[in-house]
């Protein structure tokens, strides 16, 4: 059986979401536009899982806009606020270690006039808040930093940074896709204005997300048509996904402690099996300011997608970083702006923890991976010296 450590990437349906979804394919299957018993009965559904959803996140049902993704949110949030406060000013203040679906987003929006600041990060891959501050100008009007990093792991101070762009009067919208099952969710602690989360990343169905939209701000749709979502988001609702959604995000908040702490174990007994086992690698991400289930490491005079194919020989499921960008061979851009160099970069792999993660598989990686790293060190033309590249 396959050793599964590719969860930040995506997860499983686990079997309480899916007997929750599975009456509303073919039973319950109405339109919630519908005023019609089948479709009255789809419209509670939905009423019913926003409801769930809100509650989880100390927030008010109508604050909560189904999509079809965490891209999708992402990209409703960002192009939704900037549509909607042009007139007020045209700047953006990010990172350089966001997700694409944020990078993508405003390297679009700088074509269409826009003005970007990309914040630099420490070697921890930690937003610096002063220069934060520092950057927010008069025609600021949006701050979009993820709350958890998908490649490195690395938690942001979200609620402080929170705090800043409230004073300066500037909305603050924040990835929370990988943060879900592992860090507070409530939208009042963190002081966020939006929030973007998805399913898949928490043992729920594939394609719905949705975006967190505190009452009062002024956000304009991306997609036209019946108006459904409080008219920001057309489109008949999944209700299937949106009910999967609701049960998937109660069990993962339900058992994040517990589960955080099981995991926080096992990714620690696996960075240290690596790091004692294989010279010249090391950790990226913050040492312990990090998802519970993440382990970034790079690991130097190989290539990250030759590790990867020699673990699958093993059964064993890695990844170079983000899943989103798994097609392209360039290097990870949150390795990049961290500090380390372009062997550093192609030479990580992220190993993501999840519920049937074991120890068993923790020791099956330590005991295959030094001699994989060694097989390819004979055969690379690079021999770097650990110096030459960590600080």
């Known amino acids: 059986m396959d050793i599964y450590l590719d969860h930040a990437a995506t997860t499983y349906v686990i079997p309480e ?19 019609n018993t089948i479709g009255l009965k789809a419209k509670k ?21 189904f999509t079809g ?5 992402i990209n ?26 944020v990078l993508d987003t405003c390297e679009y929006l700088e074509k269409e006039g826009f003005k970007v600041t990309y914040l630099d990060i420490d070697k ?8 934060l501050e520092k950057s927010i100008t008069k025609d600021t009007v949006l701050i979009t930093i993820i709350y958890a990093n998908n490649e490195i ?5 979200v609620a402080e940074i929170g705090r800043i762009a409230r004073d300066k009067g500037v ?34 169905p594939k394609g719905i997300g949705m975006l967190y939209v505190k009452r009062g701000v002024d956000i304009r749709p991306i997609i036209h048509g019946g108006g459904q979502e409080f008219g920001l988001r057309s489109g008949t609702e999944n209700v299937p996904y949106i009910v999967g959604f609701a049960k998937a995000l109660e069990l993962a908040q339900k058992s994040r402690e517990g589960e955080s702490k099981r995991l926080a174990k096992l990714r620690d007994k696996l960075i240290k099996g690596i790091l004692d086992n294989i010279p010249k690698s090391f950790l990226n991400g913050h040492p312990t300011k990090r998802l519970p289930n993440n382990v970034n490491i790079s690991i130097l005079d190989v290539e990250g997608e030759a590790v990867l194919l020699h673990l699958n020989k093993h059964d064993i499921c890695a990844s170079t970083g983000s899943a989103c960008t798994s097609k392209t061979l360039d290097p990870s851009h949150v390795i990049l702006a961290i500090g380390l160099p372009y062997e550093a970069a192609h030479g990580s792999i992220r190993f993501s923890l999840g519920k049937r993660t074991t120890d068993k598989d923790i020791d099956a990686v330590i005991r295959v991976l030094p001699g994989i790293v060694e097989t390819l060190r004979k055969i690379s033309p690079v021999n770097l010296k650990l110096s030459e590249v960590k600080t």
């Open 17 to 35: 979401v899916k007997k929750e979804m599975e009456r509303y394919f073919s039973e319950e299957f109405g339109n919630p536009g519908s005023f």
């Open 45 to 65: 559904a939905v009423d019913d899982a926003r409801t769930r959803i809100a509650s989880i996140l100390n927030a008010d049902p109508r604050e909560i806009i």
């Open 69 to 73: 993704s965490g891209t999708e949110s």
């Open 76 to 101: 409703l949030a960002i192009k939704g606020v900037i549509s909607a406060l042009k007139k007020k000013g045209n700047h953006i203040i990010t990172t350089k270690i966001e997700h694409h679906a």
């Open 124 to 131: 921890h891959g930690l937003v610096n808040l002063e220069q």
């Open 153 to 157: 792991g690395t938690i942001q101070p």
């Open 171 to 204: 909305l603050f919208h924040t990835d929370a896709c990988q943060a879900a099952g592992f860090l507070d969710m409530d939208v009042k602690n963190l002081n966020v204005d939006l929030m973007s989360l998805n399913a898949s990343k928490i043992y729920g």
